[in-house]
Structures are given as C-alpha cells and as structure tokens.
C-alpha cells in the first residue's frame, strides 16, 4: 500500500510540476501551426469548431512538459473561412489557428463569436 500511495503522491507532483512549467513557458514557446508554408497561431473558442475538409498535413510546433516538440497534424478547413485565413485540427475542437495579421472581425460572424478575446 505505501507503494501505491508513493507512485501516485509523485503522479501528482510530477502533474503539478508540468502545469507550472507549461504555464511559465508559455509567452517563450507559444504552440504555432505550419501549412502550405503559412503559420497560424492557436485562438481558443468558448464552444466546438466543427472540422470541414481535409486539407492536408500540417505541423504543430510547440513545447510540452518534456520539451519542445514538433508533430504532424491533419489540417480541417472551417465552414464560411478560407483556409488561408484560418483552420482547424480535429485534435482539438476548441481551438481555431488564425494566420498572422488576421483578426477576429476577418472571420465570419458565426465563428467570430466563439473565438476567445
């Protein structure tokens, strides 16, 4: 039983320890998004973003409680937005990555209103 309890005491700090450092890096190592030689930056969304069309493999890049990390994603075009504007990833449905310079009031006013300020 003290192993047990030993194990998850550390499962615990060790989460503990990950949301800190993640918390900390997160202006330093911001999770960007790579397609068709377009970056986009990771927007939450206060409900679910529907994926459309897949578009293509892209890469997300970023860092974790591990380090940084690069892997392939599978790229979602959104209903209304042309992808050169924004997409989505069916990793994560409450999240829309806008390319730089776009803005919220770019996007269609169904979507806009869902995008975190």
Not at 13 to 23: M, R
Not at 34 to 62: A, C, D, I, K, M
Not at 105 to 116: F, N, Y
């Amino acid at each position: 039983m003290k192993r047990g309890a030993l194990v998850l005491g550390a499962v615990l700090l060790s989460g503990t320890t990950v949301v800190v450092l993640s918390s900390r890096s997160e202006d330093s190592c911001p999770t960007t998004y790579e397609f068709e030689g377009r970056s986009y930056v990771v927007h939450e969304t206060t409900q679910e973003v529907t994926p459309r069309n897949v578009l293509g493999s892209g890469t997300e890049t970023g860092c974790g409680g591990q380090g940084p990390y690069v892997l392939e994603v599978e790229m979602h075009s959104v209903r209304g937005v042309r992808p050169y504007l924004a997409v989505v990833s069916a990793i994560d449905a409450r999240a829309i990555y806008l390319a730089p310079g776009v803005g919220v009031g770019d996007l269609p006013p169904d979507v806009a209103a869902v995008v975190v300020r």
